[in-house]
C-alpha cells in the first residue's frame, strides 16, 4: 500500500528545500534521477475505468512496471495497492502482476490491446529520511513535464511517502516547510493529470454545494481552484462556497482559522481578476499553512 502526501510547488528553491529537508531528520539515502515514465492502457481505457494505472518507468538502464489499484486521493493524502516488477523491456507484461489486479478481465485481450497514453518525465531528488519520532519516509522532490497529444504540463512537486511509522509526522514534516517555502496540497496523481491532458479524461466536476464536513470541503476546495485557474465557469462561486462552509464548521473549534478561511473567500470576491488573485495567494506561504492546518484537523489525524 503506498500511502504518500503529496504537494504542489510554487516559485520554491530548490536547494534550499533540499536543505532543509536534510535538517529535519537523518538522511539515509541521497540520490538523484531522470526518469522516464510511459503509461498504458488499452484504446477502449478498460484500465482506467477498472481504476488501474499502468506504466513502464526507466531510470538509466533499469525499467520497472507498476500498476496502482483503486485507493482514495480526495484530500492531498494518497492512498492507492501498488505492484512492482523488474522487466527488461520497454513494452508491459501484464502476467507478471497477481491476476486479481484485473477484476475478472481476460489478461491476454488485454496485453494484445494495450498501447501507449502518455508519457511523465522528470528528474527526481530522492531522500530517504528518517524523522526524530522513528518515522521513516521515502522523499521525491520531483521537476520535469507531463506529455500528452503534443501538449505539456508542468511537473513540479514534493512526495512524502511513509514507508513506516506516523503518517502525522509526515503532515507535522509538511507543515514546518509550509513555514518557509510556498506549497500547496495536490489532490491529482501525475497519471490523473496524463489522462486528462490526452483528452481522455474528464476534468473532476465543479463542488458547487457548501462541505457536510472538513475531509469534503479541502477536496472542494482542492477541486474548485484547479477550476478557477482553468477558467471554469461558475468555480469561483464554488470555491467561496467551500471556503464559507468550511469557515462555519470551525468557527467555534478554532475561530482564527475559520477567520483565515472567510478572507480567502472574500478576497477572491472582491478581486476585479479573481484568478489573477488566486494565483497571488498560492504563492504565498499562508495559502499552504491553511490547507495543511486543515488536513491536521481530519479525523485520521486526529486518533478519532
Same mark, same amino acid.
Given at each position: 500500500?503506498?500511502?504518500?502526501?503529496?504537494?504542489?510547488?510554487?516559485?520554491?528553491?530548490?536547494?534550499?528545500?533540499?536543505?532543509?529537508?536534510?535538517?529535519?531528520?537523518?538522511?539515509?539515502?541521497?540520490?538523484?534521477?531522470?526518469?522516464?515514465?510511459?503509461?498504458?492502457?488499452?484504446?477502449?481505457?478498460?484500465?482506467?475505468?477498472?481504476?488501474?494505472?499502468?506504466?513502464?518507468?526507466?531510470?538509466?538502464?533499469?525499467?520497472?512496471?507498476?500498476?496502482?489499484?483503486?485507493?482514495?486521493?480526495?484530500?492531498?493524502?494518497?492512498?492507492?495497492?501498488?505492484?512492482?516488477?523488474?522487466?527488461?523491456?520497454?513494452?508491459?507484461?501484464?502476467?507478471?502482476?497477481?491476476?486479481?489486479?484485473?477484476?475478472?478481465?481476460?489478461?491476454?485481450?488485454?496485453?494484445?490491446?494495450?498501447?501507449?497514453?502518455?508519457?511523465?518525465?522528470?528528474?527526481?531528488?530522492?531522500?530517504?529520511?528518517?524523522?526524530?519520532?522513528?518515522?521513516?519516509?521515502?522523499?521525491?522532490?520531483?521537476?520535469?513535464?507531463?506529455?500528452?497529444?503534443?501538449?505539456?504540463?508542468?511537473?513540479?512537486?514534493?512526495?512524502?511517502?511513509?514507508?513506516?511509522?506516523?503518517?502525522?509526522?509526515?503532515? %507535522?514534516?509538511?507543515?514546518?516547510?509550509?513555514?518557509?517555502?510556498?506549497?500547496?496540497?495536490?489532490?491529482?496523481?501525475?497519471?490523473?493529470?496524463?489522462?486528462?491532458?490526452?483528452?481522455?479524461?474528464?476534468?473532476?466536476?465543479?463542488?458547487?454545494?457548501?462541505?457536510?464536513?472538513?475531509?469534503?470541503?479541502?477536496?472542494?476546495?482542492?477541486?474548485?481552484?484547479?477550476?478557477?485557474?482553468?477558467?471554469?465557469?461558475?468555480?469561483?462561486?464554488?470555491?467561496?462556497?467551500?471556503?464559507?462552509?468550511?469557515?462555519?464548521?470551525?468557527?467555534?473549534?478554532?475561530?482564527?482559522?475559520?477567520?483565515?478561511?472567510?478572507?480567502?473567500?472574500?478576497?477572491?470576491?472582491?478581486?476585479?481578476?479573481?484568478?489573477?488573485?488566486?494565483?497571488?495567494?498560492?504563492?504565498?506561504?499562508?495559502?499552504?499553512?491553511? %490547507?495543511?492546518?486543515?488536513?491536521?484537523?481530519?479525523?485520521?489525524? %486526529?486518533?478519532?
Amino acid at each position: 500500500m503506498e500511502i504518500e502526501l503529496k504537494l504542489l510547488l510554487t516559485q520554491v528553491d530548490r536547494n534550499e528545500l533540499v536543505s532543509a529537508l536534510k535538517q529535519a531528520g537523518r538522511t539515509k539515502s541521497d540520490q538523484t534521477h531522470f526518469l522516464v515514465n510511459r503509461y498504458f492502457d488499452t484504446p477502449e481505457l478498460t484500465l482506467r475505468h477498472l481504476d488501474v494505472g499502468l506504466r513502464v518507468r526507466q531510470k538509466g538502464e533499469h525499467r520497472e512496471q507498476t500498476v496502482k489499484t483503486a485507493g482514495s486521493s480526495d484530500t492531498g493524502v494518497h492512498r492507492r495497492p501498488e505492484y512492482n516488477v523488474d522487466i527488461d523491456g520497454d513494452w508491459p507484461d501484464l502476467a507478471l502482476f497477481p491476476v486479481e489486479v484485473w477484476q475478472g478481465e481476460e489478461v491476454a485481450a488485454l496485453q494484445q490491446a494495450l498501447t501507449e497514453q502518455f508519457a511523465t518525465n522528470f528528474r527526481r531528488h530522492a531522500l530517504e529520511l528518517e524523522l526524530a519520532g522513528g518515522t521513516l519516509l521515502e522523499v521525491a522532490l520531483d521537476c520535469g513535464e507531463v506529455l500528452a497529444s503534443g501538449k505539456s504540463e508542468v511537473i513540479d512537486e514534493l512526495e512524502l511517502e511513509l514507508i513506516r511509522g506516523d503518517l502525522g509526522e509526515a503532515l %507535522q514534516l509538511a507543515s514546518r516547510l509550509a513555514e518557509r517555502f510556498n506549497l500547496r496540497l495536490g489532490q491529482a496523481s501525475k497519471a490523473a493529470r496524463g489522462y486528462r491532458l490526452a483528452g481522455l479524461s474528464p476534468q473532476p466536476p465543479l463542488q458547487a454545494e457548501q462541505p457536510q464536513d472538513l475531509a469534503s470541503g479541502l477536496a472542494g476546495w482542492q477541486c474548485n481552484e484547479h477550476h478557477l485557474m482553468l477558467g471554469t465557469q461558475g468555480a469561483l462561486e464554488a470555491l467561496v462556497a467551500q471556503f464559507s462552509g468550511l469557515s462555519q464548521q470551525l468557527f467555534d473549534r478554532e475561530p482564527a482559522l475559520a477567520v483565515r478561511l472567510a478572507a480567502l473567500g472574500q478576497g477572491l470576491m472582491d478581486a476585479p481578476d479573481p484568478r489573477e488573485r488566486l494565483a497571488q495567494v498560492m504563492a504565498t506561504t499562508a495559502y499552504g499553512q491553511t %490547507q495543511l492546518a486543515l488536513l491536521a484537523l481530519l479525523p485520521e489525524f %486526529q486518533g478519532e
